[in-house]
């Protein structure tokens, strides 16, 4: 199973969550991917959306692969037995947090922060492969006391499903493959989202700092 793009991806998982469509949900996407999607989410679901900001730690000497990742708040989430000494965990941090509170400044004019307190929380991402980045989320979002949280994405590894369904109460995934490498083998369309498209779509939303629907 391919995908055109995200924009068609976010489309079949709009259809695959109208179940929550009378939840109150709040859609939260996980930038830069995620955001795109998530805002045909909203649109399928009648509610608004926003972004939850985390990174993924990148194991040194390997940035490619994932030792954890880090939430806006500075919590860590550290994957599976990839631990680094603590210098290594610690400068990876500094740096993961610093492009965090980046884009946190960049996107302001655009989003003021909704709250997933008592909702539904549905958070977006175009793919999962080990999975840390949403647990992550996940954690991140929990704090704020949602209803419950659903994870959607089109793709995702089979490791990184069972850990996500792990932490979030519900998980839907349009497709698990048996071999899976990365994310964007499974997109005809992989183009990288920049900050200005997030800044762009997050500025359209209609009625920013209203609780939407």
């Not at 996500?164 to 183009?191: E, H, I, K, N, Q």
Request: aromatic share 6%.
């Amino acid at each position: 199973m391919r995908f055109a793009d995200r924009q068609r991806a976010a489309h079949l998982l709009a259809e695959k969550l109208q179940r929550y469509r009378d939840s109150h949900p709040l859609v939260l996407a996980v930038p830069r991917g995620g955001v795109p999607m998530a805002r045909i989410v909203a649109a399928g679901l009648g509610c608004d959306f926003d972004v939850v900001l985390v990174r993924k730690l990148r194991t040194p000497g390997q940035p490619e692969l994932a030792m954890g990742a880090v939430d806006e708040a500075g919590h860590v989430y550290q994957f599976g037995v990839r631990e680094a000494d603590g210098r290594d965990l610690r400068d990876e941090v500094a740096v993961q947090l610093a492009e965090i509170r980046r884009r946190r400044l960049a996107y302001s004019s655009a989003t003021p922060r909704l709250s997933a307190a008592g909702r539904t929380a549905i958070i977006v991402d175009d793919g999962l492969a080990t999975g840390a980045t949403m647990v992550a989320a996940i954690r991140s979002v929990r704090a704020e006391r949602p209803l419950r949280i659903v994870v959607a994405v089109p793709v995702a590894s089979g490791s990184a499903l069972d850990l996500a369904r792990s932490y979030a109460d519900d998980v839907v995934c349009l497709y698990t493959p048996r071999l899976f490498f990365a994310v964007g083998d499974f997109y005809d369309d992989f183009s990288q989202v920049s900050d200005e498209e997030v800044v762009e779509v997050l500025s359209e939303r209609p009625g920013v700092g209203a609780e939407g629907g």
